[in-house]
């Protein structure tokens, strides 16, 4: 009889040894190329412990929970450590985004984990040797980036296999490489060029006094000067601006949550291990990195500031903020994508809901004094005018590794996504096929979508990802989107033709389901693939006439007046600035 070997991430490729029979603890560690190499062997791959959606969303009410608690702890800490007297939410704004990604992280790979040795008889497991120096991040950026990676996971299994209970691993032999390439790591630092430097200290003169401050507002560059002219600012563009570099320090850590009170299993166990994680720019380079926040060529005292994509990773303009609210400036955040609004829940949009003054919606509102539905930044694409336009098919991905909750697909579960998007394609007519035009996306996450297409679909045609995102949809009869994100929501907004369809782990809140219920009535939403390929089957040749009848174009009204709101952009976001201006 074969001994059992876990397989923890796709890093260590123990699936090749005869000897073992594998146990893969996720899809994420088996590669679509090395399935082929695994089927010599006997091997398994573990349910994922999320696609009870039950549990998912028991979990993310435990897990914000933690979040409260940890974040009153840590928020005195850090004021003590780094001699300030922030309020709870200026530390919110700088650690709120990390605090709800690596609760997540630590809760989903501990859970996974501990899961799998208790229910399977495994002989051997082969890791890395646990490195601090290697794991902990420089910033928010830099966490993100590291998170989707094998190797960070692989250092994080390991350092749970140190602090589980013994019991659990007292049978098991653990091995641990201790010389390996850890390049994926490594924090790059974006430095400004002396011409940067030089023209952010000129505009910082003419904007000191600016008593606004838009910073990565995303905005349409006619919108943004509709913005500019109505609360009197001079027009900024900067380059980010990175943290500063700085060494892990043990002293610094090791007793920081020494006075953490654990309620339960994980509690103890997150108390034991999260100093790790803390990046260095909320520690050991807070003061510089502060400092340099504070000397950015940025408003001295603004009255407002307002952003689209800083708030979650942009560090150097979160600790500017955080300072500036604790002040009192007010603080806006302005939505970026879709799915927000939809979704049941999403840990995301609620701290944005939590930490902003008021949050800026594409048309819906869930909370009259913190969300304005201001309407969708997306201007709406003209068309083009070329009578050979394609069917596009817009594939997406999620990364392998799972971090914040939303009810949406995570890790694993992006499998499904996979395999609805060649079953998709399986099942439309010879004919259609011939038209569909596939456009990757431009992460993959080593999931191999782009190249599983190609391999069964030996003719398709697929789009050069160079190709321009706004021409690619301007020149398409047809839009076909797999994922709840921008993509379907800018082909609508802009009345292109649109077929959307996903399966069950994108959840809904109450209000969203009707909306979709009323879009799926007249052919534009599916809840899987087989539905809405037979639907293109039906209407490819009439793309338009489907498109444009009354019972469509009814339905859609609705929805763009929900989550594409911008006929009346403009006038609104005049009408919010003077709100402003007056108060």
């Not at 490195?131 to 998170?147: E, G, Y």
């Not at 850890?182 to 000191?208: M, P, T």
Request: glycine letters at 2%; hydrophobic letters at 35%; proline letters at 3%.
């Amino acid at each position: 009889m074969k001994k059992k070997t876990l397989i923890l991430t796709s890093f260590n490729k123990t699936f090749h040894y005869k000897k073992t029979e594998p146990i893969f603890l996720g899809n994420w560690c088996i590669l679509e190329k090395e399935k082929n190499c695994s089927k010599e062997n006997d091997y398994k791959i573990l349910p994922y412990h999320w696609n009870n959606r039950k549990k998912l969303y028991n979990d993310y009410k435990y897990l914000n929970k933690v979040n409260e608690k940890l974040l009153n702890f840590l928020y005195t800490k850090l004021n003590k450590i780094h001699n300030l007297n922030y309020n709870k939410r200026s530390w919110q704004i700088i650690l709120g985004p990390w605090l709800i990604n690596i609760t997540a992280i630590l809760y989903d790979r501990w859970y996974t984990l501990n899961d799998a040795l208790k229910k399977n008889n495994v002989s051997l497991i082969n890791t890395v040797k646990f490195d601090p120096n290697l794991i902990t991040p420089q910033s928010m950026d830099h966490f993100i980036k590291i998170i989707k990676t094998d190797l960070w996971n692989e250092l994080l299994f390991s350092l749970i296999l140190k602090n589980i209970n013994k019991n659990v691993t007292k049978n098991i032999k653990i091995k641990q490489t201790v010389n390996y390439s850890y390049k994926e790591l490594v924090y790059n630092e974006n430095k400004l060029s002396i011409i940067q430097r030089f023209s952010h200290k000129i505009i910082g003169f003419f904007i000191k006094n600016n008593k606004s401050f838009l910073y990565k507002a995303h905005f349409n560059l006619k919108d943004y000067f509709i913005i500019i002219f109505l609360s009197k600012i001079f027009p900024t563009k900067f380059k980010e601006s990175s943290i500063i570099r700085q060494n892990f320090c043990d002293s610094l850590r090791k007793n920081l949550f020494k006075q953490y009170l654990a309620n339960d299993d994980f509690e103890i166990f997150l108390a034991q291990i999260i100093k790790f994680f803390i990046p260095t720019a909320y520690l050991e380079g807070f003061k510089k990195n502060n400092l340099k926040a504070l000397r950015m060529s940025w408003p001295l005292n603004p009255k407002f500031i307002w952003t689209t994509g800083a708030y979650y990773a942009d560090d150097i303009f979160k600790l500017y903020t955080a300072y500036h609210v604790n002040k009192s400036s007010l603080y806006i955040i302005s939505q970026h994508g879709g799915f927000f609004g939809q979704e049941k829940f999403s840990q995301e949009l609620d701290f944005k809901l939590q930490v902003s003054d008021f949050f800026h919606t594409w048309g819906w509102n869930r909370t009259k004094d913190k969300c304005i539905p201001l309407g969708c930044l997306k201007r709406p694409i003209t068309k083009g005018r070329n009578k050979n336009k394609k069917i596009r098919l817009i594939i997406s991905s999620c990364s392998r590794f799972s971090s914040s909750l939303s009810s949406m697909p995570l890790s694993s579960q992006c499998e499904t996504y996979n395999d609805e998007q060649i079953n998709f394609l399986k099942s439309l007519k010879p004919e259609v096929l011939e038209k569909i035009l596939v456009r990757p996306y431009t992460h993959d996450f080593k999931w191999e979508l782009e190249k599983r297409i190609k391999e069964r679909f030996k003719k398709i045609k697929i789009e050069d990802i160079k190709l321009n995102y706004k021409k690619a949809l301007q020149n398409s009869s047809l839009i076909i989107s797999g994922w709840n994100s921008t993509t379907y929501l800018e082909s609508i907004g802009s009345d292109i033709p649109t077929i959307i369809f996903w399966d069950k782990n994108w959840e809904f809140n109450i209000e969203a389901t009707k909306m979709f219920k009323k879009l799926e009535d007249v052919g534009v939403f599916h809840k899987n693939y087989y539905f809405a390929s037979k639907h293109l089957n039906e209407i490819h040749n009439n793309i338009d006439d489907w498109w444009n009848s009354l019972s469509v174009q009814k339905a859609l009204k609705e929805f763009k007046m929900k989550y594409i709101l911008r006929d009346k952009f403009n006038r609104n976001i005049s009408k919010f600035l003077k709100q402003l201006n007056n108060s």
